[in-house]
């Protein structure tokens, strides 16, 4: 089945930092790959999201570029800000279906120090 | 546009208890999403729902646990005799019917954070 696999956290960084967090997943046909964030203590959010092979998808300074030979949604940032601090989530969308079952990774903690 | 509503929050029960949670989708979405996320781990699919049917349950727990998207009113989410390793935030999703072209995203409340004591 489809599957997603996050670089491990936690990460920390300092504030003016470069941020990659790596996502690689595993589906067969041709899904949608998203971003989402969560806030401590709140729900998900979209962060990006590319949609075909070659696609950036970029928001608040995010980026990231579906690369469908390496099956790879790396995300990049590149100055991260202490409100950057959060847990970002990769996730893969099936297709074939009416509806849009979301698979994710297990989440990256990122910790942006002052 | 009100968003993905869940309630309650917080909700806190005995061992043995029964937990409903709701989740009221978007405005104009046709399909409901349930996720489980343990303490310290990712998001767990658990099931989706089209109005009066389920679509795809295979991530529910074989005991316990049912959900429901009547005709009219929120989803459903019902949790039988709780133990405490029920204890989790459940978040709720919700898009509108897929179409050619759609990007297939959720969009997600804030979460009901149930506590089993």
């Known amino acids: ?114 | 546009n009100a968003g993905v509503m869940q309630n309650p929050r917080h909700l806190v029960r005995r061992r043995g208890q029964e937990a409903r949670l709701r989740c009221s989708p978007m405005k104009g979405h046709s399909h409901v999403y349930w996720y489980r996320q343990l303490p310290e781990e990712g998001l767990k699919f658990m099931v989706y729902l089209q109005k009066e049917n389920i679509i795809d349950e295979s991530g529910m727990p074989k005991e316990r646990f049912s959900a429901e998207f009547p005709k009219e009113g929120p989803s459903i989410l019902r949790i039988q005799q709780v133990v405490r390793g029920d204890s989790a935030a459940y978040f709720c999703a919700s898009s509108p019917l897929r179409q050619r072209g759609s990007t297939g995203e959720l969009f997600f409340g804030e979460g009901s954070r149930l506590t089993v004591l």
């Open chain 1, 1 to 114: 089945g489809d599957s997603v696999t996050q670089m491990e956290g936690p990460v920390t960084l300092s504030e003016e930092a470069f941020l990659t967090i790596n996502c690689t997943y595993t589906a067969t046909g041709y899904p949608s790959l998203f971003w989402y964030v969560q806030y401590p203590g709140e729900g998900l959010q979209l962060l990006l999201k590319a949609t075909k092979a070659d696609d950036k998808g970029s928001n608040k300074g995010f980026e990231a570029t579906y690369r469908k030979e390496t099956t790879s949604f790396h995300l990049e940032k590149g100055s991260v800000q202490v409100s950057d601090s959060a847990v970002y989530f990769c996730a893969l969308s099936d297709t074939g279906t009416s509806g849009s079952r979301l698979t994710f990774g297990e989440g990256t903690q990122l910790t942006v120090n002052p």
